[in-house]
């Protein structure tokens, strides 16, 4: 099956999801995002307009009205990769499938931004990346897929955060590939008892 997909995206992360979701032959009716023209490679507004994708500002995902926009599109996923804007409840709801955040930290755990580094200040052993359903609570929604891996001990911010993103692309194709064949997603609970920020 077909899908039509929102991204809201941004970064190295963002543009490897985009070519993997174009790779696959989806239909994307927007791509949302705040990166720029530059000269030190591809980025994600310069990939989907290459592609011939329509290109919002990455803000927009806050606006109320964008949920109309993606119903009347017909949109079945909504995924965020390394956007930082708050999506507004009406927006996630629009979507038939729902809408997903790729984090790069184990949840509940490690809620909120840098992830990577927290855990490497709290001298954490392991760390993982965590697909989830978004809610209207910051990354407490049920999560579909995680990946835990182990951090060495000469792990930086940067190497951490770069097996979250090719774990994390890969947990983005389980989702999609579940998805095209009308599979339901998984849907495992948070225990926020458990969450740090």
């Given amino acids: 099956m077909q899908l039509t997909v929102a991204l809201a995206a941004e970064e190295a992360a963002g543009v490897r999801a985009l070519r993997l979701l174009t790779a696959r032959g989806h239909r994307m009716v927007a791509v949302l995002s705040d990166s720029g023209e530059t000269t030190a490679g591809a980025t994600v507004a310069a990939v989907?307009?290459?592609?011939?994708?329509p290109l919002r500002p990455g803000s927009q995902v806050r606006e109320p009205a964008f949920a109309g926009e993606l119903?009347?599109?017909g949109a079945h996923l909504l995924l965020n990769v390394h956007s930082l804007h708050i999506v507004d409840p009406e927006v996630?709801?629009?979507p038939t499938l729902g809408a997903y955040n790729l984090?790069?930290?184990?949840l509940p755990e490690r809620a909120g931004l840098h992830a990577p580094s927290w855990a490497l200040y709290d001298g954490d052993e392991t760390h993982a990346v965590s697909l989830h359903r978004m809610t209207a609570t910051l990354d407490a929604g049920p999560i579909a897929?995680?990946?835990r891996f182990d951090i060495g001990r000469q792990a930086t911010a940067l190497t951490v955060m770069a097996e979250c993103v090719r774990r994390g692309l890969g947990l983005v194709e389980r989702l999609i590939e579940l998805a095209e064949n009308g599979e339901p997603?998984?849907?495992h609970r948070q225990d926020l008892a458990r969450r740090r920020w």
Avoid: D, S, T
Wanted: no cysteine.
């Fill in 145 to 147: 897929f995680a990946e």
């Fill in 48 to 53: 989907a307009r290459n592609a011939g994708i």
């Fill in 103 to 106: 984090h790069p930290g184990p």
């Fill in 185 to 187: 997603v998984p849907a």
């Fill in 71 to 73: 119903k009347a599109q």
């Fill in 92 to 94: 996630l709801a629009a």
